[in-house]
T-cell receptor, first 113, second 115 residues
């Protein structure tokens, strides 16, 4: 079974803090993704990476950055957290082939106060 | 027009009922299609991929109509445990000749199965 592990289930931070969300997958997948999910808006792609040190902007990259130094790990960084970044953050990974689905981690519920 | 559009429901059905969800997508170059299930406050989990010829997995049947850009999911003999949000997911074409296209999620259809 694919295992995608996110470092925290719940996180509370203050406005202006730098926040790191970590994601690790154990299936040697090339592709990794960060989404946020908000009521009424569904899942929206923030960033994705298709190889080590490679990254691509998703639909809503503003206020975020990412890091992929190792194949199994994909980090999402909130440079200066704001209250509108309070959300559920979901990491996913997939094989390179286009027909392969993405597998999700448990999610991190982040609150910015 | 949204890239992936679903009826949000909610659908409230009794146990044993048959229920069908529909989904339309706007990009005719979309490559692959999936149904995910998401339980309350949990992560989305793959329910099934959707193949051009249609496919079945137990009580679940998925259909794809590329000409109409339409995907469906049929659930027969509904169980209480089928209560969840069902997400229609479409993979777009890869960029720059690559094979990995972005996934776009519908907002989900809420299903509640009651005794």
């Amino acid at each position: 079974d694919v295992k995608v592990t996110q470092s925290s289930r719940y996180l509370v931070k203050r406005t202006g803090e730098k926040v790191f969300l970590e994601c690790v997958q154990d299936m040697d997948h090339e592709n990794m993704f960060w989404y946020r999910q908000d009521p009424g808006l569904g899942l929206r792609l923030i960033y994705f990476s298709y190889d080590v040190k490679m990254k691509e902007k998703g639909d809503i990259p503003e206020g975020y950055s990412v890091s992929r130094e190792k194949k199994e790990r994909f980090s999402l960084i909130l440079e200066s957290a704001s209250t509108n970044q309070t959300s559920m953050y979901l990491c996913a990974s997939s094989n390179r082939e286009s027909h392969q689905p993405q597998h999700f981690g448990d999610g991190t519920r982040l609150s910015i106060l | 027009r949204k890239e992936v559009e679903q009826d949000p429901g909610p659908f409230n059905v009794p146990e044993g009922a048959t229920v069908a969800f529909n989904c339309t997508y706007s990009n005719s170059a979309s490559q692959s299609f999936f149904w995910y299930r998401q339980d309350c406050r949990k992560e989305p989990k793959l329910l099934m991929s959707v193949y051009s010829s249609g496919n079945e997995d137990g009580r679940f049947t998925a259909q794809l109509n590329r000409a109409s850009q339409y995907i469906s999911l049929l659930i027969r003999d509904s169980k209480l445990s089928d209560s969840a949000t069902y997400l229609c997911v479409v993979r777009g074409p890869g960029a720059g000749g690559t094979s990995y296209g972005k996934l776009t999620f519908g907002q989900g259809t809420i299903l509640t199965v009651h005794p």
